[in-house]
Each structure stands twice: as structure tokens, then as C-alpha cells.
């Protein structure tokens, strides 16, 4: 199905952090979508807020054609729309708003104008106070309310801006009385999972309950879930959110809404270190590269945010409108790369997995969760005493190779599996290259067989140290509960 493809960055140490980019009106053709995976897309994310289910449908089915044209995993992440309140369309050429002007906020769908924005929300009126702060696209615009009708509100800009779309509306989500994920997630989802969806993203999680609602199928027979942070609810009850979820996106537009904005970086180093300790992938996401929506080059700050969410432990990083409207969507994920690529170079990996350890050190997960997570912790402290080139996993599920991957250690993770599913699932694991096991998990010599593929595929050679972690064939489906230390001749 997939020959092996080593990785496609260069340097000393190739890239470990993953990157998304999200698939929109400026990359859905196949040329570009092949175009981004070279540049460095490691998944592809379809939002839903926008377009038909079909249109999302067809960019799918499109991934999957440059995926088996390029004869390498990509995975495909869909990002339901959940409760999010988005005002109604904006006229063709944006609506500028300014600072000290009095707005109009309307219940309704119907396109906006410059007299009236209407908000897609029935209780717009009852869920918004006197004084409340109001966001706009993610901060572009803000305004306050100022004043209540029978029929609508008035707020006064606070900060100007252009509106361009259908921009997201910001109500605290502890007013918002519609729960995640919606009947129209469910409809969604469920059309996905019927085509093979590896990833869900939900929106405005709150609680574990809502994680569970979406009802799919345990990884990898049916997609990842991926909880999005985005709400006070979901800070509050973090732990078990993770706990629930097969991976983590900090939605930053929202959070930063909910909470204070000084809080936000520390926010997400902790929500980052939760996530990885926990052996659960973990995004960061919103205006990464935002200028490069229209710039050919990021801000310098833009850049510092991106090297400093790898520093943080970021497992991935998120392209949103600058991959999906973006002026040049094949440079953004480029420059998101190089500076991924320089941040991996610096990261503190010994300090990063001695911390790992201790934290895991005290957590009791279950009893085969143990001995999996047992074995990798044996199998980074083996890789970093040795300074073995490669650590290989086998692995059915991706599980062995999301625990190895917490520890952020410098030995290559090279996964390997018979599932085509798992596989698409770890390109959002850090550091893991997904490659597809020819043989039997529990067949003679499988060892030696991956060892060789590894050696096929350029990621080892004469001299090379490599750790293998596998199951046993004497108890098959049990946890990984083998280690072995190969030298290559």
C-alpha cells in the first residue's frame, strides 16, 4: 500500500514536531494539497464551519488521492463546528468597524451589514449582559454591550477592525446552554467515520461527558478524538478531559476570550505538560503564523511563539486561515517547518523526559496501560544511556508509540504497524515515522524484518544502536513487554 519514505527535512536531527494545515479555499486542489505534504504538512485538517458536507467529503477523498500517490501516511483531521455562535455573513469585501462606534447585534442568520450584524443565535439576547465584552473572529474586532432592545443589543467598539466571512462571536461559555457535540456534529461525524476519518476534533468541550458523547468506536477503529480547550469548564475540569480524549488541541482564540489574556502562555505550558505526561498528543493552535495570511513572512514574534510551543512540548502546531485563505499557503507551512525544525534542534530533551518520569512516577494507570508504560520509560532511559540511533515499536494500536513519544527522547521513533488507520493516526504523534509492517506482528523473525525495513528505508546503518519494543509471542494482544538492544552489522 505505502513504500517507506524517509523523512523529507534535512539537517542534522529531522523534524519531530508535527505540523496541520488546514485545508481551504486557497489549497484544496490535489496539486496543492501534494504541494503542502512536501513542504511539511504532517495532517490535514477540514473544518466544517464552512462549506457543505460534501465540499468537506470531497477535500477528503482528495487527501486520500495525493496520499496514495505519494505513497505515504497523511492523516486527516475533521474539526466539527460544535456551539460555536458565528455572525451572519459579511458583505464581499469585508466590514470595517471602528473604535467609539455603536454596533447593532441581532439574533438571526441573514447577511450582516454596517447598520445591523446579525448573530446565529437564538439567545443572543438572554446570553449576552450589560457590559459584557463581545470578540469578533478571535479578537480581531472587540466591542462591549451597552445597551438592550426588545429586538436587539447595542455595544460600543472597543477595538476596530475588518470582519471578513462568517467571523466566530465570543459568548462565555458558561451562558452558552447548547452542548457539544451538536445534533449537526453527530450528522457530520458520522458521514466521516463512514468514510474513514482518522481524527475528530470537537469543539467547546466542558466536561469528560461531552468527550463521550461522540460515540465513535475505540481508536484506532475509529478516529482519534481530539478535545478542543477552549472554555474556563474544560481548564476546570482538565484532567479528565485528557483522560477521555485520544489527544488535546489548545484552541487559543476561545481560551484567550474565556480567560484572562495574561494567563494564556501559562495556561498553555500546563495544559501541554498534562497532555504529553498523560501519553496524549497535544496541539497548539490560532495565530501561529497569522500574518502570513498576506505577509510572505511572519512577524517576529510569531516566530518566537512557534519555536517557544515546541520549547512547551507541543506535539504539534496548527496552520488554520493562513494554509486555508492564505495569500501563499505552500510558504506558511514551509516557514512553520524551518522554524519547528531549529526549535526541535534546541530542545531540552534530557530536562523534558527526567520531568516526564518523575510526574508519571505518580499516576496509577491500569494494569496493561502499566507495563506498556513501563517499558517505554526502560526503553528511553536503555536509548539515552546507549545513545541508540533508533527506537522502533511495534505497535497495533499507536498506543506504545504515543508512550514512548512523551519522554521527547533523541533516538528516532520509528513506528510500525499493520494498520493502516494506526498509522495515519501517529503523524500527529511527535517524532514517530509511520511505517507500514509487512509481516505478522507475531511471525518468525518479525525482529529482523522490521530492523530490515528500517535499514531499507535510510533510517539506519552499519554501526547503529537500536531499541526494540514489541510484544510477546508467547502471551499475543497482551501490552508491550519486550525491549531488546540490537546492534547493526
Known amino acids: 500500500m505505502w513504500k517507506s519514505v524517509p523523512s523529507c527535512d534535512t539537517g542534522v536531527m529531522a523534524r519531530r514536531t508535527k505540523i496541520i494545515a488546514t485545508i481551504g479555499p486557497a489549497s484544496d486542489s490535489e496539486a496543492m494539497i501534494k504541494d503542502l505534504v512536501e513542504a511539511g504538512m504532517d495532517v490535514a485538517r477540514i473544518g466544517l464551519a464552512h462549506g457543505s458536507l460534501d465540499e468537506g467529503i470531497e477535500k477528503f477523498r482528495r487527501v486520500r488521492r495525493v496520499e496514495a500517490a505519494l505513497g505515504r501516511p497523511i492523516g486527516v483531521m475533521v474539526d466539527l463546528p460544535g456551539p460555536k455562535v458565528r455572525a451572519g455573513h459579511m458583505p464581499p469585501e469585508g466590514l470595517p468597524v471602528v473604535e467609539g462606534e455603536i454596533i447593532r447585534l441581532a439574533p438571526g442568520n441573514g447577511a450582516s451589514t454596517a447598520e445591523t450584524i446579525n448573530v446565529d443565535h437564538d439567545g443572543l439576547l438572554v446570553d449576552l449582559h450589560m457590559g459584557d465584552r463581545v470578540t ?5 474586532v472587540m466591542a462591549q454591550v451597552t445597551d438592550r432592545k426588545s429586538d436587539r443589543l447595542e455595544a460600543r467598539i472597543t477595538h476596530g477592525g475588518l470582519l471578513q466571512g462568517r467571523p466566530g462571536v465570543h459568548i462565555p461559555s458558561d451562558r452558552l446552554r447548547i452542548s457539544s457535540p451538536t445534533p449537526d456534529d453527530l450528522r457530520m461525524l458520522d458521514a466521516f467515520v463512514t468514510e474513514g476519518v482518522d481524527m475528530v476534533a470537537l469543539s467547546f468541550v466542558r466536561s469528560a461527558h461531552d468527550v463521550r458523547r461522540v ?3 475505540p481508536h484506532p477503529r475509529g478516529p482519534l478524538v481530539v478535545a478542543k480547550i477552549e472554555t474556563r469548564a474544560a481548564v476546570d475540569n482538565l484532567d479528565s478531559i485528557i483522560e477521555a480524549s485520544g489527544a488535546v488541541m489548545i484552541a487559543r482564540g476561545d481560551l484567550g476570550a474565556e480567560m484572562p489574556i495574561e494567563e494564556l502562555p501559562h495556561l498553555q505550558k500546563r495544559i501541554l505538560q498534562r497532555c504529553i505526561t498523560l501519553g496524549r498528543p497535544a496541539i497548539t493552535a490560532t495565530q501561529m503564523l497569522e500574518s502570513m495570511v498576506t505577509a510572505p513572512s511572519p512577524t517576529r ?3 518566537s511563539d512557534v519555536a517557544n510551543a515546541v520549547f512547551d512540548g507541543s506535539s504539534a502546531l496548527m496552520l488554520s486561515g493562513e494554509s486555508a485563505i492564505g495569500h501563499d499557503p505552500i510558504n506558511a507551512v514551509a516557514t512553520m517547518a524551518r522554524i ?27 494494569v496493561d496501560d502499566a507495563v506498556t508504560n ?10 539515552q544511556e546507549t545513545g541508540a540511533a533508533a ?12 508512550s514512548i513519544a512523551r519522554f521527547r527522547p533523541q533516538s528516532k521513533i520509528l513506528a510500525f504497524s499493520t494498520d493502516p488507520q494506526t498509522l495515519r493516526q501517529l503523524t500527529l504523534s511527535w517524532g514517530a515515522t509511520p511505517y507500514l509492517l509487512d509481516v505478522d506482528y507475531h511471525s518468525d523473525g518479525v525482529v529482523a524484518r522490521v530492523v530490515e525495513q528500517a535499514r531499507e528505508a535510510g533510517e539506519l546503518r552499519r554501526g547503529d544502536l537500536v531499541a526494540v519494543l514489541s510484544g510477546s509471542r508467547e502471551y499475543p494482544g497482551q501490552a508491550t513487554d519486550s525491549l531488546r538492544l540490537i546492534p547493526i552489522r
Open 340 to 366: 519547528a525544525a531549529r526549535a526541535d534542534d534546541e530542545f531540552d530533551y534530557d530536562a523534558w523526559g527526567a520531568k516526564v518520569h518523575a510526574i508519571a512516577a505518580t499516576m496509577q494507570p491500569h
Open 136 to 140: 469578533f473572529g478571535d479578537g480581531v
Open 391 to 402: 527506537i522502533i515499536c511495534l505497535s497495533h494500536t499507536g498506543f506504545t508509540v504515543r
Open 374 to 383: 513501563g517499558m517505554t520509560n526502560a526503553a528511553w532511559r536503555a536509548a
Open 301 to 303: 514574534a510569531e516566530a
Open 215 to 217: 460515540g465513535v468506536e
